[in-house]
């Protein structure tokens, strides 16, 4: 048996690993349409919400688009927050066009810059590969990210999207990089792990509250721990 190619590239999710939404910007939304919410609970209740979106019937049915929805109904829900749908309305559209033009997953989390930092010091290339809708370069330059990776892939960009292998493929042939050198970092199972399994990169489920401890593959509770474990112990 031939030893394993050696790790050389990260394929990494933005949301959910690298930035959050700014709930603090959705609450506000919020309650100027005359919803009672807040920030704090907000970001307590996404994990839970997207725990509830992370099966393969859900997945296979949806884009990225048609999806966001029953994401922030189930966000709202877990928040135990129930509201009029007229109330609702305003903050939506207040909340896409800021989307549109800006992308509200504008939180940097906690320890990602130094996370980042640290792998390319232990000279692996980084690569995000993201479902997003055209704004994700633009959103990284304002949030001094972007000079912290070698390729951003964003799917709106090249017209497919995870879990659909092609994105991943072509991140492979952009980054000029084997399969067997890259693991990829998400935060959903069945569009991250899966996906990057049918394009045969290996995969790793950022897992902040320890909800998935049955799915089949390695966990981590953010990019930090990740960034804290040497090189050879990634996959």
Not at 33 to 50: C, F, I, M, S, Y
Not at 191 to 217: N, S
């Amino acid at each position: 048996m031939s030893p394993p190619s050696p790790l050389t590239t990260l394929f990494l999710d933005a949301g959910g690993v690298l930035v959050n939404p700014n709930w603090h910007r959705v609450a506000a939304a919020l309650q100027r349409n005359g919803v009672a919410a807040d920030a704090t609970r907000l970001a307590a209740a996404e994990p839970l919400a997207k725990l509830e979106l992370d099966v393969p019937a859900q997945i296979r049915a949806t884009d990225d688009r048609s999806r966001s929805g029953l994401y922030w109904e189930l966000v709202l829900r877990n928040a135990g927050i129930d509201a009029a749908p007229e109330l609702l309305a305003g903050a939506w559209t207040e909340l896409e066009d800021y989307h549109r033009h800006f992308n509200l997953w504008e939180t940097v989390i906690d320890g990602v810059p130094a996370a980042l930092d640290r792998l390319r010091e232990i000279g692996l290339k980084l690569v995000v590969v993201s479902n997003s809708n055209g704004t994700l370069r633009e959103k990284f330059r304002r949030l001094d990210l972007e000079r912290r990776f070698d390729l951003v892939i964003d799917s709106h960009e090249v017209g497919v999207e995870k879990p659909d292998r092609r994105i991943f493929e072509i991140a492979l042939e952009r980054a000029r990089v084997r399969r067997q050198e890259v693991v990829h970092v998400g935060d959903f199972f069945e569009i991250d792990v899966v996906g990057a399994r049918a394009a045969g990169i290996g995969a790793v489920l950022v897992d902040p509250m320890g909800l998935h401890a049955a799915r089949d593959c390695r966990r981590v509770e953010s990019l930090a721990e990740l960034a804290a474990t040497a090189r050879d112990r990634l996959r």
